[in-house]
Each structure stands twice: as C-alpha cells, then as structure tokens.
C-alpha cells in the first residue's frame, strides 16, 4: 500500500506563524509533521509515500534529504499551487496510478498513529475517518449520513442527517476509485473549476457512489488536529501533542 499527500499549499491563514515554511515542515515536540507523517506510515507498513509539493518545495527537499528518505518519499511539483486542492489532487492522482488500495491525505495534520491503522486495516476499500466530537461552524468539513447512507460531504451542510461528524482528512480509496477521482478532477479543471477544494470531487463521487461502496471509520476519542490558524497551532502544543506522549500513540 501507498499514500498520496497533498503539501502544496501556502498556508496563508496561519499569518507568518510559520515563517514562510510549508505547513507539513511546522515541528511539534521536536519534529516536523512530515517526519511524523514518514515514521506513522511506515510503521503501518505502507511502501511509499507520493507528495504533491508547491510553495517552498525546496524545503520539503531538504527535509527529505535531512531524514534520509528518498528511499520512501518521491514528490511531484504542482506548479498551479496557487489555485485550489483540486489541482494537487489531479496531479498526485496522474502520478499515482496505484494498482492497489491507497491513503489520500492531507499533510497538515498532527494525529494519533491509530488513524492510520484504522485505515490500512480490514474494512471497506473506500473509507472516511469521522470524529463526532466536533465544534459545529462552517470551517469542519462534515461528513453526514441518513439510516446509514451518505448524504452530505461539505462544510455547509443543508441536508436531513440522523449522524455527522468532521472529517480528519485522511481517506482510502480503491484503483478504481483513483480513477473516478481523477477523471472528476479533470473535468473540473476542464470546466475552468480550478479554485475548488478537493473534497467537492470526492463528495461528487461519494453522492454518485451505490449502497457499500463506501464505508467509514470511527475515531472519535483519537486526538488530532489540522493546521489552519494560529489557535490550531496552540491546541497542538498544549492539548494534541501530551495526549499523543502520554497514549504512546506520537
């Protein structure tokens, strides 16, 4: 098994909190996010990880090259990072082709190693990871069923749901759900949509998908958080990061 991340972005709305660094280069408890992301899917067995790099990217090199893991890590360079997720999920999924299921992921993220786990176990071969404990607002992307279907994959969510809880931001799909996934990116940058946000693709399949296609994780309860804003940067130092330490789960 592979993974797919995308680390391209500028990360404008953390202000100068990261010093002109790529979000995926932020340390916590010493270390990058990256070196975390390398060692947690290593761990879990995965093969290799594909980065789809963009602003500052010669950092993300460095970084590599200071963990000696070229050996695992490859990037591809969006030159369009500038513009939505969509684009950085059309190119890593053009040099991804996997012939096996694969974990798509996002790389701000500091999160506890049994998320990773859950995804790469037995299970459905297209999975989200849902936590229920979550600040209702307009900034979580909601996942949200009905008797058990999906029914919504959105930030705004105007739709009847019995269950919801935020996405982590970290997926597995299937090859041929690769496919659907990047010739959906595709028509969106066809259509001139290249300011969207990756998970408008995903919920396009989500909602087209049949009953059993795609399935779920539970994580509520596993500390996580993603870097957005300069309080996220506060919660992972005072509150993520002990819960990581003290669950032996880092």
Request: with cysteine; charged share 30%; aromatic share 8%.
């Amino acid at each position: 098994m592979e993974a797919l991340m995308l680390a391209a972005g500028i990360g404008d709305r953390l202000g100068g909190s990261a010093d002109g660094r790529p979000k995926v280069l932020m340390h916590f408890g010493g270390e990058s996010l990256l070196a975390r992301h390398i060692a947690i899917l290593r761990d879990a067995g995965l093969g290799r990880l594909t980065m789809v790099t963009g602003h500052n990217r010669e950092m993300i090199e460095d970084e590599i090259d200071r963990l000696d893991a070229r050996d695992f890590v490859r990037t591809v360079f969006n030159s369009d990072f500038r513009e939505g997720s969509v684009v950085s999920m059309h190119v890593g999924l053009a040099a991804l082709d996997p012939v096996g299921p694969f974990l798509f992921m996002d790389g701000d993220v500091l999160y506890d190693r049994r998320m990773i786990e859950r995804l790469v176990g037995a299970g459905r071969e297209n999975r989200f990871l849902l936590d229920r404990e979550f600040l209702p607002g307009d900034e979580p992307v909601k996942l949200c069923l009905r008797a058990g279907r999906f029914v919504e994959f959105r930030k705004k969510v105007e739709v009847e749901y019995d269950l919801w809880g935020e996405s982590v931001g970290f997926f597995r799909f299937s090859p041929d759900m690769a496919r659907i996934l990047r010739m959906r990116a595709e028509a969106y940058l066809a259509e001139g949509r290249r300011l969207e946000p990756y998970e408008e693709v995903i919920r396009d399949a989500l909602l087209a998908a049949g009953d059993g296609v795609f399935g779920y994780e539970d994580v509520t309860g596993l500390p996580w958080v993603e870097i957005d804003f300069p309080g996220d940067i506060r919660r992972a130092e005072t509150e993520i990061l002990p819960l990581l330490r003290d669950g032996g789960a880092a």
